[in-house]
Structure formats: C-alpha cells, structure tokens
C-alpha cells in the first residue's frame, strides 16, 4: 500500500513538473505577444523620443514620423549613462543630421530611477510646460505594452493624450524566432522581468 501511495505521488510529481515546464515554455515562446501592444499612428503635438539605443535605425524613423508631420517638435528623452554623458544629447545631433530642424529637436535629461513611474511626472510637466496637449511616444515595442499604458495613465490623468508608437524595423525583430537572437532574446526576457516587479511596487505603478 505504501509502495502505491509513494508511486502515485512520484506520478504527480512528474506529471506537474511537465506541465510546469510546459507552461513556461508556452510562456517563453509568447512574450513578444504580452508585451507588445499594436503601434498608434496618431499624429500629436510633440513626439518624445524615448527609445534611444546605437546601433537602431530608431532616429530615423522619429525623423521620418516628423517628415510626415506626426509632431511638430521632438524631445529626446535619456538619463547619463556614463559620466553625466546623455545618449539624448548624441541623439539631437544624429537628428538634426537627418534633416530635422535643429529649432524643432529639444532634450530632457533625467536623473537615475529604477522605474518608468518615477520620471513621468517629468513628461508630463515638459508637455504641459510647452503648451502641448497632444504627445507621441517612441518606445522599444517590448516596453510598448505596460510602460506604454502606464505612461498614457499619467498623461490622462493630467488632461494630456498620449499615443505610444515604435519603430516596425523594431518590432521586425520579434517575428518568427526571435529568441535565436540573442540581443531580442535578452530585451525581451528583461521587459519581462521589469514589467512583472514593477507590479510589486506602489512607487512604479
């Protein structure tokens, strides 16, 4: 009887660690669906620029979304990464390269935070500062879905519309296998991680 019982258990035991790793399979495998919420194509006042990285093709299509007349200004948005050095800054020169006016491209330095939560009263106060009313966020399309309807929870709240938008050469990258790539695969798994601790704490939701 006893040999039964320990048997059934072992059964148990195998069978809910398969369904486990089956689970965080499935999960795994649909991040990019989680994370990713469909591109607005709103035009705004302003486009803030706050997906800045090297090696993207994220400037030019801010500089194309200001062509095409989706914000009359743009704001590059970073804090330092090394030695009070703002990637925001780099930013504004590579656009102004790009044909955008250098009147038209402004910066916004933030300090260190852990979270999104923690500066977005920056945002809106930059808005709100400039007469604006109507905003275009330029995100990495991982972050798009919970810092992206965070950020539109502030801006609402202040009376301000938000629309949140990412570069499809980005969101190219997620297609198909992604996670054989090990930069995509990377992001994704931090959005993850972030996304889900930010939930823990009263201070980034």
């Known amino acids: 009887m006893k040999t039964w019982i320990q048997s059934r258990r072992f059964r148990w ?3 809910s660690f ?13 991040l990019p669906w989680i994370l990713i919420s469909p591109a607005e ?105 919970f810092e992206g309807n965070l950020a539109k929870r502030y801006f609402n709240k202040e009376g301000l519309g938000l629309a949140v938008t990412y570069s499809p050469d980005e969101e190219q990258k997620f297609n198909a296998r992604w996670w054989a790539d090990h930069r995509t695969a990377q992001l994704t798994v931090e959005s993850a991680i972030n996304s889900a601790l930010d939930q823990l704490y009263p201070e980034c939701r």
């Open 13 to 15: 035991a195998i069978a």
């Open 41 to 145: 194509s709103a035009s705004a006042d302003v486009i803030l620029h706050y997906a800045i990285a090297y090696n993207t093709g994220v400037d030019e299509y801010v500089a194309q979304l200001y062509r095409q007349q989706r914000g009359k200004k743009i704001v590059c948005i970073s804090k330092a990464s090394l030695c009070d050095i703002y990637p925001a800054d780099y930013t504004r020169q590579h656009l102004i390269e790009l044909g955008v006016p250098a009147e038209d491209v402004m910066v916004m330095h933030l300090p260190n935070y852990d979270c999104l939560a923690q500066v977005l009263p920056r945002f809106t106060e930059k808005t709100k500062a400039q007469g604006w009313q109507r905003a275009l966020l330029v995100i990495r399309p991982s972050f798009s879905r």
């Open 18 to 30: 398969l369904a486990l790793t089956l689970l965080v399979g499935i999960t795994f495998f649909s």
